[in-house]
């Protein structure tokens, strides 16, 4: 079985500071990770993927993710945040055939000035 | 350009009715997905399905039921809907290929059962 933790259902940073958001991930076999955003009132779209290939994986709009084994983790990081990064964000994992996606419960990223 | 799209998009019905909600892609993907989400429970694996005639139960398929009769559509039915069944809808897609592929989801169905 294959599960999703994400630390922190709401997180706050100011303009222009980092964000770094949480996931770490239980799978028997190497996982396939994922995180979604999601802004209000839409589905949901694909920032990022990680698929065995580079540990360290760039994504749209300035965020990157780092794989990290030992650490059973795929934290989200933007170097500098900006007003319009306020949405919903979802990390999942996937173990290969079918694409089945598991979901963490999401991190709700607020953006002050 | 390829798409996928959910109607109705808001849907009021009253407990015990039966509700369809549509879902439909012109990606020509095999592997289509439905999820419900909640609040505090992120989204969840109601059915899916990867191909024609074929359909499978998720995490919390319980109520709900697919079909699959062409590649484009997957419409879930809520047999009788129950006020727990309140939630927002969404459809996914992705392709049949070798694990790692993304899905594509459409922009849900915000469903009221009062």
């Known amino acids: 079985a294959q599960s999703v933790t994400q630390l922190g259902s709401h997180v706050s940073v100011s303009e222009g500071a980092l964000v770094l958001l949480r996931c770490n991930y239980s799978s028997s076999v190497p996982p396939y990770l994922f995180w979604y955003v999601q802004y209000p009132n839409q589905g949901l779209q694909l920032l990022l993927k990680?698929?065995?290939?580079?540990?360290l994986v760039k994504g749209i709009n300035g965020f990157e993710a780092e794989f990290k084994k030992s650490e059973t983790s795929f934290h989200l990081t933007k170097p500098s945040a900006h007003m319009s990064d306020a949405a919903e964000y979802f990390c999942?994992?996937?173990?290969?055939?079918?694409?089945?996606?598991?979901f963490g419960t999401g991190t709700q990223l607020k953006v002050e000035l | 350009d390829a798409e996928i799209t959910q109607s109705p998009r808001h849907k009021i019905t009253e407990t015990g009715r039966q509700v369809t909600l549509a879902c439909h892609q012109t990606w020509n993907h095999n592997n289509m997905f439905w999820y419900r989400q909640d609040l505090g429970h992120g989204l969840r694996l109601i059915h899916y399905s990867y191909g024609v005639q074929d359909t499978n139960k998720g995490e919390v398929s319980d109520g709900y039921s697919v079909s699959r009769s062409n590649t484009e559509d997957l419409p879930l039915t809520l047999e009788s809907a129950a006020s727990s069944q309140t939630s927002v809808y969404f459809c996914?897609?992705?392709?049949?290929?070798?694990?790692?592929?993304?899905?594509?989801f459409g922009p849900g169905t915000r469903l009221t059962v009062t």
């Open positions: 990680y698929t065995s290939a580079a540990t």
């Open positions: 999942a994992v996937s173990t290969g055939g079918g694409n089945k996606l598991t």
């Open positions: 996914a897609s992705s392709p049949a290929l070798a694990g790692g592929n993304e899905q594509y």
